[in-house]
T-cell receptor
């Protein structure tokens, strides 16, 4: 019974391609997030959606577009992939929007390698 | 502004000895503080969190952390390390009242020697 799942787990692709990563949560949470973890293990939030509405959009290139078809899903589409996009991408979810009090539950991550 | 500093990038202990992972934070607001653990090739799991209740917070797997406002610290401890504790540990800060974001530290890799 995976709480937050991501597909694929590994993604290897060429520069310039377009790819998507899917995320689903079965916790009944209202808020979902995408994080990027770089090669030095540094984690930073990219986007957050609450009830399918965007509430956080950090300084992320507009080649990255999140899409939330419903509360349980938050997909990440990346256009024109670049070498610097290589990273591990984590999806997370929480019941509410307050990061200070609402525990976030993380998926297993998707390791993206751009060649 | 908020930030968090993990003072050690690597900590190595022998199995059965105490663990201390250090974290200092900076926050203009009342902070919420968390420790997350990431085992190799896995997602992050919440170990414990501080949100203005007791300053000594107990978490899973025998870990605990103490919030010390005067020292702006939130160090993670465990009395006796187990081999399964080997992982990356992240100290995280947020605002207690109205923040949408977690701010992560750079992580501490815990190595446990047999």
């Amino acid at each position: 019974d995976t709480a937050v799942s991501q597909t694929p787990k590994y993604l290897v692709t060429q520069m310039g391609n377009d790819k998507s990563i899917k995320c689903e949560q079965n916790l009944g949470h209202d808020t979902m997030y995408w994080y990027k973890q770089d090669s030095k293990k540094f984690l930073k939030i990219m986007f957050s959606y609450n009830n399918k509405e965007l509430i956080i959009n950090e300084t992320v290139p507009n080649r990255f577009s999140p899409k939330s078809p419903d509360k349980a899903h938050l997909n990440l589409h990346i256009n024109s992939l670049e070498l610097g996009d290589s990273a591990v991408y984590f999806c997370a979810s929480s019941q509410g929007v307050l990061a200070g009090t609402d525990t976030q539950y993380f998926g297993p991550g998707t390791r993206l390698t751009v060649l | 502004a908020q930030s968090v500093t993990q003072l050690d990038s690597h900590v190595s202990v022998s199995e059965g000895t105490p663990v201390l992972l250090r974290c200092n934070y900076s926050s203009s607001y009342s902070p919420s503080l968390f420790w997350y653990v990431q085992h190799p090739n896995k997602g992050l799991q919440l170990l414990l969190k501080y949100t203005s209740a007791a300053t000594l917070v107990k978490g899973i797997n025998g870990f605990e952390a103490e919030f010390k406002k005067s020292e702006t610290s939130f160090h993670l401890t465990k009395p006796s390390a187990h081999m399964s504790d080997a992982a990356e540990y992240f100290c995280v800060v947020s605002r207690m009242d109205s923040s949408y974001k977690l701010i992560f530290g750079s992580g501490t890799r815990l190595l446990v020697r047999p």
